[in-house]
Every structure is written in C-alpha cells, then in structure tokens.
C-alpha cells in the first residue's frame, strides 16, 4: 500500500547529541511536511518541502534542520538536541494534482517519540 | 491569518450519548475545513473535508460535520458513541494552494461506559 513511513519509531537521546528522523514516502507526493505534536499545543510546522528543490520553515524551526533527499525523501535533523525537543514528531505529505485542485489534505506518517534527557 | 479554535481540550461522554466537538475558524473566506482522529499510539488519519461543495459532510466511522459559514463554525458530530472513539480529535483549515495547514490544539474524547 502507498504509505507514509517513519524510522525510528522511538529514540532516547541525551543533551547535545545530533539526531536524524527519517521520513519516506511512498505515495508520490511532491509536499512533504514535518510537525512536532506537545500535549495541549497540538501539531506545530517545523519545515516543509513543496517539491526537491523547495524548502521552507514553519513556525518552529529554530533548532531544527531539514534535508530533502529525493521526492520520497524527507529528514529531520536537531543538531544540538535540549530536551525541550522532547514530543511526538510526525511526518506528513500532501498531492497538488497538475490542472486539479490542491486541498493540502494532509497524509501523516506513525510519528517519532523522541525523548531528550 | 488562518486561525482554527477547538473549544474543550477533553470531552466526555457515555457510550451511545452524542458526540459534539466544536471547531471554529476564523479567516476572511471561507476555507477548506478537515477533522482527522489520532488514536493512541497512533499518526493522524482523516475522518471527513469540506472543500466547498455539500455544507454537510459525511466521514468515516458514523461521524459528520456541517460547514456554516455565518457561525464560522464545522463542528464534529456522531449520534451514537462507542468505546472505540475514544481518540484525539484535530480540526485544521488551509486555503489549499501554496498555503500551509492549520491545526487545532486537538480534543481528547473519553467515551465512558
């Protein structure tokens, strides 16, 4: 099936280390997105990508980078990890059909729980 | 700017009651509107869309929602709850094109037997 995946599912990790959440796709989507979901703040846009070429911050990108690697290719990069990082990461897609319309119906991956201590 | 508020961060109903879970949007025309579920340990997966056409939207799972525009409001609705709806709910707006998805800070519903 045409999904949406995501690798690791789980990661503990220490202050300062570099962590890479991988995102691929397999759905032919030229969008991608990454979010960060907090208990009661909902999803927050970190980055996105509206095609290889394109990449773009979100809301939240301060301490975060992105790489997109090809179309079905997505990475989430922390540098430095704080454990204010810590939460639920989800990677997310979205179609914008040529000569159709683009509703930016979001796909979303399992997530990442990454845990920052 | 887009704007989406989802009054009542926790809802709790008993089981067969109805399911009511308000989202409001605030924009200068009328969007795009979405409900997706997230349940536990899980990503989010859409429940229905409003893209302009029927003001009242069928989704999966028995739940509908009714775009009214003079209220700014799509609320969530299924008459009839059960255990397995227990679940987080997001309502998102976006004008489609090159412009970014809205989210809200998400409901959590707790379906009591």
């Known amino acids: 099936d045409a999904d949406v995946t995501q690798t690791p599912r789980n990661r503990i990790t220490k202050t300062g280390k570099r962590i890479m959440l991988e995102c691929s796709q397999t759905k032919g989507h030229d969008r991608m997105y990454w979010y960060r979901q907090d208990p009661g703040l909902g999803l927050r846009l970190i980055y996105y990508?509206?095609?290889?070429?394109?990449?773009n911050k979100g809301e939240i990108s301060d301490g975060y980078s992105v790489s997109r690697q090809a179309q079905a290719k997505f990475s989430l990069s922390l540098e430095s990890a704080i454990p204010n990082q810590t939460a639920l990461y989800f990677c997310a897609t979205s179609d914008f059909p040529s000569g159709g319309v683009s509703y930016n119906e979001q796909f979303f991956g399992p997530g990442t729980r990454l845990t920052v201590l | 700017a887009q704007s989406v508020t989802q009054l009542g961060s926790h809802v709790s109903v008993s089981e067969g009651a109805l399911v009511l879970l308000r989202c409001n949007y605030s924009?200068?025309?009328?969007?795009?509107l979405f409900w997706y579920v997230q349940y536990p340990n899980q990503g989010l997966q859409l429940l229905l869309k409003?893209?302009?056409?029927?003001?009242l939207v069928k989704g999966i799972n028995g739940f509908e929602a009714e775009f009214k525009k003079s209220e700014t409001s799509f609320h969530l609705t299924k008459p009839s709850a059960h255990m397995s709806d227990a679940a987080e709910y997001f309502c998102?707006?976006?004008?489609?094109?090159?412009?970014?998805?809205?989210f809200g800070t998400g409901t959590k519903l707790q379906v009591i037997p």
């Open positions: 409003y893209t302009s056409a029927a003001t």
């Open positions: 924009s200068s025309v009328p969007p795009y």
């Open positions: 998102a707006v976006s004008f489609g094109g090159y412009q970014k998805v809205t």
């Open positions: 990508s509206f095609d290889v070429k394109d990449i």
